[in-house]
């Protein structure tokens, strides 16, 4: 009562399974139950059938030895049952033990006579087996004939119904007469019965345990799935520390893995979401503070100019000037922040044609050699006799990226150093580094300095904007470049990108 009471009936897919367990078991029983009466059937008959013959032909054996014996006489053959013979007694006497011994009514054919033999009252007025009807006269005539046949053509001439064997006796080779046997079929039909009845109490058994393991069954199945269904309505609730501890090695335990694995991706991604509101957020505050800047010097220049509080000629160029200075730095971080955006867009398309790395390097070193010669820095790229260094992708943005690095590599060099940019070739990786001396990068900022608005508080890096570097990312991502820093404070900082063919 416990086990039941714990049971949840509201579950659909409970009751669906118990219900279709259940059909599924009946008509199983019942197929499998009609067609094991039916065989059962089939088979008893045919072992009565074939137990009743082998009686019959034993009998028939017995009879040939000693019921026609050598010495028996015509008057004993022919007479002997007319109730006037003085054998008649003992033969009789005889009959009665012969069914007690073959366990059925027999009769005795005799060939030359066509006499029924009897043990019983004479059922017929005249003892001659051509008095009966055709049916059971085709069935002695059988006999008589030498083959042994099974019949149910005598229940007429019978008390009960009852299936009849009839064997011939053969005596020297030759068929003195035939025996019959008459097995009442009530004897089969009890066999039967108490068949039928133990397989319908099986059955009924059976199914009772087969229903409980149904229910059982039903339960294990349905109680993971439940446990899934609890798991989904939590991450539904935005829960994405839940778990179904469901450990299974079949299809539910691969949904359940599943459900799993997507509580997984839900739970960072729901970190990853507070993470980019926070770089979003930081984002328009960096945003905010870096326009404001110039903005505002742009504005107190042109006020101080309108107000008049300026007037010398000499003062004015050099308000000018500084308007200028900040309307070039404002454009720079404009064109900086629509460049990132774009890269960050991938419905932003980039052309690519087959490139050589040497070349943009020449040209990239060229550009950046006038602030180098600043700080009396020479850029040094190594001249092997391979200098044809091919690729796919955009010129100019290419070119951009390393222009960023040799930007950043000199304004954080001391002055009267080098600057190494090495190209190397294997079969299938194309590798640049660019490598510079210094202060290098500290370790805990190692993972940062490709963020935006990311900037070193040296004083080098004190006009940076801090989206220089994540532009560079940007550009290397669109182009499936691998991009790398390591740094040695003090000694040498590298960047390397491994370009893959």
């Known amino acids: 009562m416990i086990f039941f009471k714990k049971l949840k009936f509201k579950n659909k897919i409970f009751i669906k399974l118990v219900f279709y367990f259940g059909v599924s078991l009946l008509l199983f029983s019942i197929a499998t139950g009609s067609l094991f009466a ?15 013959e082998k009686r019959a032909e034993r009998l028939s054996e017995t009879l040939s030895h000693t019921w026609f014996s050598d010495e028996k006489s015509t008057e004993t053959s022919t007479g002997i049952f007319s109730g006037k013979n003085e054998k008649d007694g003992p033969r009789k006497k005889n009959m009665r033990l012969i069914e007690d011994i073959a366990m059925a009514e027999v009769w005795i054919i005799e060939a030359d006579t066509g006499n029924i033999i009897q043990s019983r009252k004479n059922r017929f007025s005249n003892n001659s087996y051509l008095t009966l009807p055709p049916n059971a006269e085709e069935a002695i005539n059988t006999a008589l004939q030498g083959k042994m046949n099974t019949t149910e053509n005598f229940n007429d001439l019978l008390d009960n119904r009852a299936i009849t064997v009839a064997a011939p006796i053969l005596k020297n080779n030759a068929i003195v007469g035939a025996v019959l046997l008459h097995s009442p079929v009530e004897n089969i039909s009890s066999a039967l019965n108490n068949g039928i009845y133990t397989l319908i109490l099986s059955i009924i058994l059976a199914l009772f345990l087969a229903g409980i393991s149904a229910v059982i069954f039903s339960l294990n199945f349905t109680k993971p799935l439940n446990k899934i269904k609890n798991t989904a309505l939590e991450l539904a609730n935005g829960n994405y520390d839940a778990k179904t501890d469901v450990k299974m090695s079949d299809e539910i335990g691969d949904l359940a893995r599943t459900v799993d694995f997507l509580a997984l991706k839900l739970y960072k991604s729901s970190k990853e979401s ?21 903005v505002t010097v742009i504005r107190g220049s042109m006020e101080a100019i309108c ?13 000018h000037q500084q308007v200028l200075s900040e309307s070039i730095h404002l454009q720079k971080l404009i064109n900086d922040l629509i460049d990132l955006s774009k890269l960050q867009n991938l419905d932003f398309s980039i052309e690519k044609n087959p490139l050589n790395l040497y070349e943009i390097i020449r040209d990239a070193v060229r550009s950046m050699r006038q602030p180098a010669l600043k700080k009396n820095i020479n850029i040094l790229v190594n001249d092997s006799d391979n200098r044809n260094f091919i690729f796919s992708g955009d010129y100019h943005r290419i070119r951009q990226m390393v222009v960023i690095i040799l930007d950043n590599a000199i ?4 002055e009267s150093r080098n600057i190494d940019v090495n190209i190397s070739q294997t079969d299938t990786v194309l590798k640049l580094d660019i490598s510079n001396e210094g202060p290098g990068i500290p370790s805990e900022s190692l993972n940062k300095i490709f963020e935006r608005f990311h900037k070193s508080d040296t004083e080098d890096n004190k006009n940076g904007m801090g989206l220089g570097l994540a532009i560079a990312k940007q550009i290397a991502l669109r182009h499936n470049i691998k991009i790398s820093v390591s740094s040695m404070p003090d000694i040498r900082t590298v960047f390397s990108f491994i370009f893959e063919s």
């Open 411 to 414: 304004k954080f060099s001391p």
């Open 38 to 52: 039916y065989m059962f059937m089939r088979n008893t008959v045919n072992l009565n059938k074939k137990n009743l």
């Open 307 to 319: 107000d008049g509080i300026v007037s010398s000629e000499s003062q004015i160029a050099e308000y």
């Open 274 to 294: 507070e993470h980019f509101e926070k770089m979003r957020q930081d984002f328009i505050i960096n945003v905010s503070h870096e326009l404001r800047t110039p």
